[in-house]
């Protein structure tokens, strides 16, 4: 089966950078998205490795290492705004699809 | 441009009775999905779908049905509604598989 860690709460305040990890277990390894949802809303893309090394996107950028089975999304420049909940799901074969992680809730504090 | 809608957007069932959620994209997506989304457990897979006609089971499959008459429409049933799909229940719908998943606004289910 497959089975995602990460960190079930993280606070920060405006301005700082926060790292969010993802370590994950499965087979047939496609790639890693991350995914933010703020309360009561939908979730949102934010962005998808399928390779090794750093992807940037604006304040945000997230990390794969395919041979640790680890990525992390970093969020510089926090704002208010960002509070919310985040989520790492890994696309693998079994499925075709995203398996989630259980979500990590972001709280950023002025 | 809708996106994923979802219907109806709340819905309160007793135990034992049955109902369908609708999802509509207008996105002409290949793939769509239904998660539920639980206190504390994150989104978990019910059922998918890589095209229409076609539909496969995901992590959580128990207790519903799902059907892919056509390509912009994914129905999620609940045979016999029970307490325990009491749930946040998402859709969503992608271009293919490795792609960014587009999430419709959710159906909040109560089964009392």
């Known amino acids: 089966g497959q089975s995602l860690e990460q960190p079930s709460e993280v606070t920060a305040v405006e301005g700082a950078i926060v790292q969010i990890n993802c370590t994950y277990q499965?087979?047939?390894?496609?790639?890693l998205s991350w995914y933010q949802q703020h309360d009561g809303g939908a979730p949102t893309f934010l962005s998808y490795?399928?390779?090794?090394g750093l992807e940037e996107t604006g304040r945000f950028s997230s990390f794969l290492s395919r041979s640790d089975s680890y990525g992390y999304l970093l969020l510089q420049e926090l704002q208010m705004k960002d509070s919310a909940s985040y989520f790492c799901a890994v696309l693998h074969s079994g499925y075709s699809t995203l398996t989630f992680g259980k979500g990590t809730m972001l709280l950023v504090s002025p | 441009n809708a996106g994923v809608t979802q219907t109806p957007k709340f819905r309160v069932l007793k135990t034992g009775q049955s109902m369908t959620l609708l999802c509509a994209q207008d996105?002409?997506?290949?793939?769509m999905y239904w998660y539920r989304q639980d206190p504390g457990m994150g989104l978990r897979l019910i059922h998918y779908?890589?095209?229409?006609?076609?539909?496969a089971k995901g992590e959580v499959p128990d207790g519903y049905n799902v059907s892919r008459l056509k390509k912009q429409n994914f129905l999620l049933g609940l045979e016999s509604a029970a307490p325990s799909q009491t749930s946040v229940y998402f859709c969503a719908s992608s271009p293919d598989m490795n792609t960014e998943a587009f999430f419709g606004q959710g159906t909040r289910l109560t089964v009392v």
């Open positions: 779908s890589v095209g229409e006609g076609t539909t």
């Open positions: 490795n399928a390779l090794d």
């Open positions: 499965t087979s047939g390894f496609y790639g």
């Open positions: 996105m002409n997506h290949e793939y």
